[in-house]
């Protein structure tokens, strides 16, 4: 972790405000723009945000250092976006998507030739959850996959399993 | 499926070992089915790497300052009903507010009766002095409206650091004026009770101080919800 990021933490867990706001101008852009595409809309978005620094404020206490701070605010964030879908999901009375989903994959049907960003953004809603999270965080916010697994909890297999899943799905809502 | 399939992932991100990598572009030249399938993945990564990102709304900002306030203090913020499971929407301002709503209501009552008293007859006592009764409803009216002023001013005071420095600061001077107008009602009253204007006057000036503080309340509810709208017609009612 960088020294940075160490101070910062400590200003925060020391109590000292600007350095929480500090904190928040760094990281609530991309959060923000990483539970609207999970949660799929900016209502749900600006909740989430809001609910994922305070959560991040209670447990700041409890930041070791074991990982970088911008792993650990992500891991945060993914969990409470993730707690959120199942819990719309379960409200609706689906049945919950796992991570593994054993779907069949789809088959593209043409080519991707230029990628719209609005085509995008809307086959990244059709995503099941697990593939979309592992997608969203590797292909659009940049973490390797040995950093996707530490923040989604799973191996890194498993992250690249669930991003080639997202690339393939993509690939055939993009090419019809 | 072709066998070299699984490798076309770690080609597109760039972690295949060079030996490796090497033979896949090999394959490449060979495998329409790979080749497609790496220029369809780069162009959803090179896609996804460029996709907009939203601006943060500031009221969220706003919202999270003064929940992290209310946190140390005693009155909890709103929250929105879309939340997750155990995060339950909590009361907040308006309960006191509609407390203290009640008591003006009393007070009005009161004051209106107080605003058209009977003709009280002198009461001649002993000597020459003759000493005038003491009008109970007016006193009484006061007492309600004052009352009324002290919860709504304790909300407002509790929660003032909602608002920003310039927005205070109006709110400070218009409180100032009609303070000094409540002053003066009461001091030509002290020497005129049955002076009229002067109870006009107070009336007046106790009903602004109201009107002021549940503007003050109504104001901060708004900044809470970050409703920019809400917080300009306040601030338009305010300025009126």
Redesign the interface.
């Known amino acids: 972790m960088s020294s940075a990021d160490l101070e910062l933490a400590q200003r925060c867990r020391a109590g000292d405000?600007g350095a929480?706001?500090e904190l928040?101008r760094q990281y609530?852009?991309?959060l923000?723009?990483l539970a609207?595409r999970m949660a799929g809309s900016?209502?749900?978005a600006?909740?989430l945000?809001?609910?994922i620094?305070?959560v991040v404020?209670r447990k700041l206490d409890g930041f070791r250092g074991e990982s970088s701070l911008g792993t650990w605010l992500y891991r945060l964030a993914m969990n409470?976006c993730l707690?959120?879908l199942r819990?719309r999901q379960a409200k609706m009375s689906r049945a919950t998507a796992s991570l593994d989903d054993g779907e069949a994959e789809p088959v593209?049907t043409g080519?991707?030739?230029?990628?719209?960003?609005m085509d995008?953004?809307r086959s990244i809603a059709c995503l099941p959850e697990g593939c979309r999270a592992a997608?969203l965080l590797h292909?659009?916010e940049?973490f390797e996959h040995r950093e996707v697994a530490q923040i989604l909890g799973i191996s890194e297999g498993t992250s690249?399993s669930q991003?080639?899943k997202a690339?393939l799905r993509?690939?055939a809502m993009?090419?019809r | 499926m072709c066998p070299h399939e699984p490798l076309v992932d770690d080609y597109v991100d760039g972690a295949l070992e060079p030996s490796v990598r090497s033979v896949f572009e090999a394959h490449l030249d060979r495998c329409a089915s790979c080749s497609a399938m790496v220029a369809d993945f780069r162009a959803i990564r090179s896609a996804a790497t460029g996709l907009e990102q939203r601006p943060v709304p500031s009221r969220v900002w706003t919202q999270i300052e003064a929940s992290l306030r209310d946190d140390r203090a005693t009155v909890p913020v709103p929250r929105s009903g879309r939340l997750l499971p155990g995060f339950a929407a909590k009361g907040w301002v308006p309960v006191a507010a509609a407390a203290s709503l009640l008591i003006l209501a009393i007070g009005l009552w009161t004051m209106r009766r107080a605003e058209a008293p009977a003709p009280q007859p002198a009461v001649q006592v002993a000597g020459n002095t003759v000493a005038e009764p003491v009008d109970a409803e007016l006193a009484a009216g006061q007492e309600h409206y004052e009352t009324a002023i002290a919860d709504l001013q304790e909300i407002a005071t509790a929660n003032r650091a909602t608002l920003d420095a310039q927005t205070s600061a109006v709110l400070d001077s218009n409180l100032s004026v009609i303070d000094h107008a409540i002053d003066e009602s009461r001091a030509a009253l002290t020497e005129q009770p049955a002076d009229d204007t002067a109870r006009e006057s107070l009336f007046d000036a106790l009903r602004s101080k109201v009107v002021l503080l549940q503007d003050t309340v109504a104001l901060i509810n708004e900044m809470r919800k970050g409703d920019q709208d809400g917080v300009a017609r306040v601030i338009s009612g305010l300025n009126q």
């Open positions: 405000g929480f706001e928040y609530s852009g991309r923000f723009n609207w900016s209502d749900a600006e909740d945000l809001q609910e620094f305070l404020h409470h707690d959120y819990g593209a080519r991707v030739s230029v990628v719209a960003r995008l953004e997608f292909d659009v940049g690249k991003v080639h690339r993509l690939r993009l090419s």
